[in-house]
């Protein structure tokens, strides 16, 4: 409780996650990186700018016999620091990371599925993503303008 009123202060990021059907070992996980104090600064400190990510602003062109579509490039890291970001906003109501769910299915589509799977398995599996985008992010501050 503070001194000036009668309501308890709000906890920095503090924020349940919606189970979306067989998910706890992600949100097991999730909540194990979300407080992660290296993360936590990595992502809060604009270090990987999901806005300015050349990696999810470029496209794959596929070619079908009938037409050509363009599908955006998911990027991992981008899903994780929109969670972080939404986590760490002062919201207390709980969140479901579900594009971070579907990203991750697309960067281990072994494992997409709605069915129970291992929090170990998971946690490398996201660890494997995220490694894969700082690698890019090496020596890249803050973006000007964000």
């Known amino acids: 409780m503070n001194n000036d009123s009668t309501t308890p202060e709000v906890q920095w990021g ?5 189970n979306l059907g067989n998910t706890c070992f992600m949100n097991s996980v999730l909540q194990a990186l979300l ?4 993360l936590r ?5 604009d270090k990987h ?3 300015f990510c050349q990696r999810k602003n470029s496209t794959i062109v596929t070619r079908s016999s009938d037409n050509t579509n363009k599908n955006p490039v998911l990027c991992l890291a ?6 972080f970001s939404v986590v760490f906003s002062g919201n207390q109501t709980p969140i479901s990371p579900a594009k971070f ?7 281990a589509s072994n494992l997409a599925s709605y069915e129970q799977q291992d929090a170990h398995e998971f946690f490398i599996s996201v660890l494997d993503g995220i490694h894969e985008t700082m690698q890019n992010d090496k020596g890249k501050g803050p973006n000007p303008g964000s």
């Open 14 to 18: 503090l924020r349940g996650l919606n």
């Open 41 to 45: 600064n990595y992502f809060l400190s």
């Open 101 to 107: 769910l579907y990203s991750w299915w697309k960067h």
């Open 49 to 51: 700018n999901r806005y």
């Open 35 to 38: 407080h992660t104090p290296p």
């Open 78 to 83: 981008c899903d994780l620091d929109a969670v």
